[in-house]
Antibody, heavy 124, light 107 residues
């Protein structure tokens, strides 16, 4: 069974930092790109970023809203993906989901498996 | 960046109705659109990938179509359990984006 479990969500003051973790099981983690997606309270989904595999040099992509402040990394030996968040702002308050990036047989990518999410609250 | 505009933002329909949700991309993206269903307090669930491919174990009343810039999600025969918010996602590399969401309510 594919399973993703996020942790690390907390309350943090503006300007602070936080690191989220996502532990995965049930599939060959090292073969898959991994995404982070967030959802502010009562709002829609926002794609945050992606980390690719070792074969793609662990390259990353970020949404403009977080670029330069957030960093995604992974530890293939531990089946973990991380989201380091610095210089946090009130507008970063959201539930953060990790999601597997899957290449389907038709040749299209999607987020086919998701964690349950972890809440980050940025407030003074 | 490629943006996607989803409409309507909400709708109310009766059990058995056909419901259509549209998604328009700001530039051509082939068939790189996915559709998700999200219920309150839950993670999104993939329904359709590659614009028209039904994800495993998703009921066949859900279907997707379109290519280029215009895409649709159709629910044929709305069921009470379909009450949820639906999102399109443009998955055209390298930066992805979601539509604003469509809240579907049952009359």
């Amino acid at each position: 069974e594919v399973r993703l479990v996020e942790s690390g969500g907390d309350w943090v003051q503006p300007g602070g930092s936080l690191r989220l973790s996502c532990a995965v099981s049930g599939f060959t983690f090292s073969d898959h790109y991994m995404d982070w997606v967030r959802q502010a309270p009562g709002k829609g989904l926002e794609w945050v970023g992606r980390i690719r595999t070792k074969g793609k040099s662990y390259t990353t992509e970020y949404a403009a809203s977080v670029k330069g402040r957030f960093t995604i990394s992974r530890d293939d030996s531990k089946n973990l993906v991380y989201l380091q968040m610095n210089s946090l702002k009130a507008e970063d308050t959201a539930v953060y989901y990790c999601a597997r990036c899957f290449l389907d047989s038709s040749g299209y990518y999607d987020n086919d498996s998701w964690g349950q999410g972890t809440l980050v609250t940025v407030s003074s | 960046d490629i943006q996607v505009t989803q409409s309507p933002s909400s709708l109310s329909a009766s059990v058995g109705d056909r419901v259509i949700i549209t998604c328009r991309a700001s530039q051509t993206i082939g068939k790189s659109v996915n559709w998700y269903q999200q219920k309150p307090g839950k993670a999104p669930k993939l329904l359709i990938y590659g614009a028209s491919n039904l994800q495993s174990e998703v009921p066949s009343r859900f279907s997707g179509s379109g290519s280029g810039t215009d895409f649709t999600l159709t629910i044929s025969g709305l069921q009470p359990e379909d009450s949820a918010t639906y999102y399109c996602q443009q998955a055209y590399i390298p930066l992805w984006a979601f539509g604003q969401g469509t809240k579907v309510e049952i009359k």
